[in-house]
């Protein structure tokens, strides 16, 4: 079964290979002069007076979090669909429904509580 | 392939789901609005109740018998039911006492009340079964409601430096925990400790050394969560930081939690190489015991105190788990019952005293205090003989049961070891009651009680004297001797 | 065949590994942490656990190190931050004895290892058996667990009402 993965390793290897052919090569041929005013950072034409970074909201990170906790909702919900059919056919009762109707009830208790909260607003 | 659905018994499972849904109730009640509401702890209390007639009605419908459902995940026995008495008392107990204190501080209502039933719900889970997943689970679910808590007053400083610090360090125990399931399971082939008993007791002393080294991640891992030494450094910082209700919620149910898993681990599956790990468990002990009293003999703020002191009860409660033998299982639960009492009885009080933003938890800003409230002076004493283990209060028989314990498991030299650490317990236990009872008050004030306060207070010194008239009754009745 | 793409792939794991606890910038550590993390995915694979390798792809090198990123823009970490401590001699000796401490544990177990046939198979049916007949109890207590977690990341992150 190992085997089934040999596809995925070479896409790795050229996806990883061609990046890293270009820069390469670029590095190697190509040529390198740096001057001081070549290196500044470009901000059209005007002397740059502080670094890139501006304060950032705090609703990104909000954002992010709760994506991950539905993100693994997901992961837990895929091994659940392949089985699905099988469960049913095999022993005849939907408690395999109820099981991810448990699980999904307590996260939609989770959801419920981050919208009211406020938490999803984004202005 | 067959496929088989677990069998479940709801009845065996009924405070622990009942429990969760109420928390979860808790979380959602009246959050539609938009504002605050002030009503959701009759929920969380009336959620509370519920689990604990459910309990009361486990214990009679398997008395004296053992099962298991969940396709052996969940077990009823008379050390879940026990220590299921113990969580929900903790919680009954800590809802009363914060009350007045999450109105006064302005603390989230639905967030605190929910996180504790949540938290209760982790500790029952933990207690309540004999496959290590649900253990670990039982312990992410206790843990991070408890991380949660112990930093939701978030305009204090000291308040986000204790959840903090609790959580980088409870998620690093966490992980050695997991490590050392994990090479159990590798060395033993099986993550079912009765299994693992009779696996460990077949193959005798030719044992595969990473079955040692999973034993010592574990007890790491353990070592962390009930503040044994040296991983003890997080509790005076956490203890202090925390709001006072939480802290005395989290002194004794974390610690109960954590003990009720060491036992089912160390006593009943690993019973069988037992010389292997007891000297480590010793010296731990021993350790725990000596470390908690020096520093508790040098602190000046009272909740650091009682921090340091529950350190020290963390050593004797491990010195019941070195023993091992069946008489030793009942100690340790009687144990904690009555620090259940004692300890957040003890919390109460300083909350009352600590005042708006708990200003006023130093030792000295007790002075005096029987001249301007006596009844309070009292139930603090005896709050403090009980933690000293001063007969005839519950805490001299939790002591008494532990130390017979361990001599009739053969460790004597330990039991004396005990004795001694005990008796120097007494002098911090009782220097704050010759600062409240003979000099003369100082310019305190103390607000008036609500009267859940009251009422949490009342009860906590009447099991705190009650269990200490009775204790075979209570054995025999909650523990089912 | 397989001992020389787990080479290939320990190598990197431990590289990545090292360059995320050496570097200065905290970018730079966290693109090391993802690099690590794809190594791992493919011992897993290597592992036959193939469920969990797609998982450790789309959670962790996903989300969570998104998150990491976050983290990283929000605190506006700099090179500068870094900080020389002297007490990181102590923290490599005891490291690398407990490194010496765990390999004699795991040399020795190569006896007791099982045979490749009766490996199991770890694809999503496989897990989803296991998952939903015998573990479906922690899988419902992992549900709570995410709430509690959503429920921390809000309480610690709305505005003061």
Redesign the interface.
């Given at each position: 079964m190992l085997i089934d993965y040999l596809p995925l390793l070479i896409v790795f290897l050229a996806a990883v290979g061609f990046s890293v052919f270009n820069w390469g090569l670029s590095h190697l041929v190509g040529p390198s002069n740096p001057d001081s005013k070549k290196l500044e950072v470009y901000e059209s034409g005007v002397t740059p007076d502080s670094d890139a970074r501006l304060k950032f909201s705090i609703k990104f990170y909000i954002i992010s979090m709760i994506f991950i906790i539905f993100d693994i909702e997901i992961v837990f919900m895929y091994p659940w669909a392949t089985v699905f059919k099988d469960f049913l056919i095999k022993t005849g009762s939907h408690f395999i429904f109820f099981e991810m109707a448990t699980f999904v009830l307590i996260l939609l208790v989770g959801y419920y509580y981050a919208w009211k909260k406020g938490a999803l607003e984004w202005e | 392939m067959e496929i088989k659905i677990p069998d479940i018994n709801w009845l065996m499972a009924s405070p622990i789901v009942i429990l969760s849904i109420f928390g979860m109730l808790t979380l959602i009640f009246g959050i539609a609005k938009g504002r605050h509401t002030k009503k959701a702890v009759f929920v969380a209390l009336l959620g509370t109740l519920l689990a604990l007639v459910s309990n009361f009605i486990c214990l009679f419908e398997f008395w004296q018998k053992t099962n298991s459902t969940f396709s052996e995940m969940l077990t009823s026995d008379y050390i879940s039911t026990g220590f299921n008495f113990i969580f929900l008392t903790v919680t009954l107990l800590s809802i009363f006492v914060s009350h007045k204190y999450v109105q006064d501080e302005n603390l989230p209502e639905n967030e605190y009340y929910g996180m504790m039933l949540l938290s209760a719900a982790g500790m029952m889970l933990m207690a309540s079964t004999t496959n290590l997943v649900v253990v670990f689970t039982g312990l992410e679910v206790m843990s991070i409601a408890l991380y949660i808590l112990a930093g939701i007053k978030r305009n204090e400083l000291k308040s986000l430096e204790a959840a903090l610090k609790y959580f980088l360090l409870g998620a690093f125990a966490s992980g050695f925990f997991l490590y050392g399931i994990s090479m159990l399971y590798g060395a033993t082939g099986t993550l079912d400790l009765k299994i693992m008993a009779e696996i460990v007791s077949k193959n005798g002393t030719e044992f595969p050394m990473i079955l040692m080294v999973g034993i010592t991640f574990l007890i790491v891992g353990f070592g962390f969560k009930v503040a044994l030494a040296p991983f003890h450094v997080w509790t005076p910082d956490v203890y202090e930081g925390a709001s006072s209700p939480v802290t005395g919620f989290m002194s004794v149910g974390a610690k109960a939690a954590g003990f009720a898993a060491f036992m089912r681990v160390f006593d009943v599956a690993l019973i069988s190489i037992k010389t292997d790990w007891i000297d480590v468990l010793a010296v731990l002990a021993i350790l725990t015991m000596v470390i908690g009293n020096i520093l508790a003999l040098q602190q000046t703020n009272f909740k650091r105190l009682l921090a340091y002191s529950s350190i020290t009860h963390a050593g004797y409660l491990l010195l019941g788990i070195i023993a091992g033998n069946e008489l030793s299982s009942q100690a340790i639960m009687f144990y904690l019952f009555s620090y259940a009492f004692m300890n957040i009885g003890a919390f109460a009080i300083i909350t009352l005293v600590g005042n708006k933003n708990e200003q006023f938890v130093n030792v000295t800003d007790f002075t005096g205090l029987a001249k301007k409230k006596p009844l309070l002076a009292f139930l603090l004493t005896i709050f403090l003989f009980s933690l000293a283990g001063i007969p005839p209060m519950a805490g001299f028989f939790g002591k008494y049961f532990i130390f017979s314990a361990l001599i009739k498991s053969g460790a004597t030299n330990l039991a004396i070891i005990g004795v001694l650490n005990a008796v120097v317990g007494v002098y911090y236990y009782l220097s704050p009651i010759v600062l409240v009872w003979m000099k003369e008050p100082n310019e305190v004030e103390i607000n008036d009680t609500n009267p859940m306060l009251k009422f949490a207070l009342i009860i906590s010194a009447l099991g705190t004297i009650l269990i200490g008239i009775f204790p075979s009754q209570v054995m025999s009745f909650l523990f089912q001797i | 065949m397989?001992l020389a793409?787990f080479i290939v792939l320990a190598v990197l794991a431990i590289s990545s590994a090292v360059v995320v606890i050496t570097q200065k910038s905290p970018v730079y550590s966290v693109l090391a942490l993802v690099s690590t993390f794809f190594a791992l995915a493919g011992i897993y694979?290597?592992l036959?656990a193939y469920?969990l390798a797609m998982?450790q792809i789309?959670?962790y090198a996903?989300?969570?190190m998104?998150?990491f990123l976050?983290?990283v823009?929000?605190l506006?970490l700099k090179e500068q931050y870094y900080v020389e401590n002297p007490k990181k001699i102590i923290g490599g000796v005891l490291g690398l004895a407990f490194v010496f401490?765990?390999l004699?544990?795991?040399f020795?177990?190569e006896k007791?290892l099982v045979p490749e046939s009766q490996m199991p198979?770890g694809d999503?049916?496989n897990?989803?058996?296991r998952?939903?007949?015998?573990?479906?109890?922690?899988?419902?207590?992992?549900?709570?667990?995410?709430?509690?977690?959503?429920?921390?990341?809000?309480?610690?992150?709305?505005k003061?009402?």
């Amino acid at each position: 079964m190992l085997i089934d993965y040999l596809p995925l390793l070479i896409v790795f290897l050229a996806a990883v290979g061609f990046s890293v052919f270009n820069w390469g090569l670029s590095h190697l041929v190509g040529p390198s002069n740096p001057d001081s005013k070549k290196l500044e950072v470009y901000e059209s034409g005007v002397t740059p007076d502080s670094d890139a970074r501006l304060k950032f909201s705090i609703k990104f990170y909000i954002i992010s979090m709760i994506f991950i906790i539905f993100d693994i909702e997901i992961v837990f919900m895929y091994p659940w669909a392949t089985v699905f059919k099988d469960f049913l056919i095999k022993t005849g009762s939907h408690f395999i429904f109820f099981e991810m109707a448990t699980f999904v009830l307590i996260l939609l208790v989770g959801y419920y509580y981050a919208w009211k909260k406020g938490a999803l607003e984004w202005e | 392939m067959e496929i088989k659905i677990p069998d479940i018994n709801w009845l065996m499972a009924s405070p622990i789901v009942i429990l969760s849904i109420f928390g979860m109730l808790t979380l959602i009640f009246g959050i539609a609005k938009g504002r605050h509401t002030k009503k959701a702890v009759f929920v969380a209390l009336l959620g509370t109740l519920l689990a604990l007639v459910s309990n009361f009605i486990c214990l009679f419908e398997f008395w004296q018998k053992t099962n298991s459902t969940f396709s052996e995940m969940l077990t009823s026995d008379y050390i879940s039911t026990g220590f299921n008495f113990i969580f929900l008392t903790v919680t009954l107990l800590s809802i009363f006492v914060s009350h007045k204190y999450v109105q006064d501080e302005n603390l989230p209502e639905n967030e605190y009340y929910g996180m504790m039933l949540l938290s209760a719900a982790g500790m029952m889970l933990m207690a309540s079964t004999t496959n290590l997943v649900v253990v670990f689970t039982g312990l992410e679910v206790m843990s991070i409601a408890l991380y949660i808590l112990a930093g939701i007053k978030r305009n204090e400083l000291k308040s986000l430096e204790a959840a903090l610090k609790y959580f980088l360090l409870g998620a690093f125990a966490s992980g050695f925990f997991l490590y050392g399931i994990s090479m159990l399971y590798g060395a033993t082939g099986t993550l079912d400790l009765k299994i693992m008993a009779e696996i460990v007791s077949k193959n005798g002393t030719e044992f595969p050394m990473i079955l040692m080294v999973g034993i010592t991640f574990l007890i790491v891992g353990f070592g962390f969560k009930v503040a044994l030494a040296p991983f003890h450094v997080w509790t005076p910082d956490v203890y202090e930081g925390a709001s006072s209700p939480v802290t005395g919620f989290m002194s004794v149910g974390a610690k109960a939690a954590g003990f009720a898993a060491f036992m089912r681990v160390f006593d009943v599956a690993l019973i069988s190489i037992k010389t292997d790990w007891i000297d480590v468990l010793a010296v731990l002990a021993i350790l725990t015991m000596v470390i908690g009293n020096i520093l508790a003999l040098q602190q000046t703020n009272f909740k650091r105190l009682l921090a340091y002191s529950s350190i020290t009860h963390a050593g004797y409660l491990l010195l019941g788990i070195i023993a091992g033998n069946e008489l030793s299982s009942q100690a340790i639960m009687f144990y904690l019952f009555s620090y259940a009492f004692m300890n957040i009885g003890a919390f109460a009080i300083i909350t009352l005293v600590g005042n708006k933003n708990e200003q006023f938890v130093n030792v000295t800003d007790f002075t005096g205090l029987a001249k301007k409230k006596p009844l309070l002076a009292f139930l603090l004493t005896i709050f403090l003989f009980s933690l000293a283990g001063i007969p005839p209060m519950a805490g001299f028989f939790g002591k008494y049961f532990i130390f017979s314990a361990l001599i009739k498991s053969g460790a004597t030299n330990l039991a004396i070891i005990g004795v001694l650490n005990a008796v120097v317990g007494v002098y911090y236990y009782l220097s704050p009651i010759v600062l409240v009872w003979m000099k003369e008050p100082n310019e305190v004030e103390i607000n008036d009680t609500n009267p859940m306060l009251k009422f949490a207070l009342i009860i906590s010194a009447l099991g705190t004297i009650l269990i200490g008239i009775f204790p075979s009754q209570v054995m025999s009745f909650l523990f089912q001797i | 065949m397989e001992l020389a793409i787990f080479i290939v792939l320990a190598v990197l794991a431990i590289s990545s590994a090292v360059v995320v606890i050496t570097q200065k910038s905290p970018v730079y550590s966290v693109l090391a942490l993802v690099s690590t993390f794809f190594a791992l995915a493919g011992i897993y694979v290597l592992l036959n656990a193939y469920f969990l390798a797609m998982i450790q792809i789309a959670v962790y090198a996903g989300a969570i190190m998104v998150l990491f990123l976050f983290v990283v823009m929000l605190l506006n970490l700099k090179e500068q931050y870094y900080v020389e401590n002297p007490k990181k001699i102590i923290g490599g000796v005891l490291g690398l004895a407990f490194v010496f401490a765990l390999l004699f544990p795991i040399f020795e177990i190569e006896k007791n290892l099982v045979p490749e046939s009766q490996m199991p198979v770890g694809d999503a049916y496989n897990i989803g058996i296991r998952l939903f007949t015998d573990y479906v109890f922690p899988f419902e207590i992992a549900s709570i667990i995410l709430l509690i977690a959503t429920v921390g990341a809000i309480v610690f992150t709305k505005k003061h009402s």
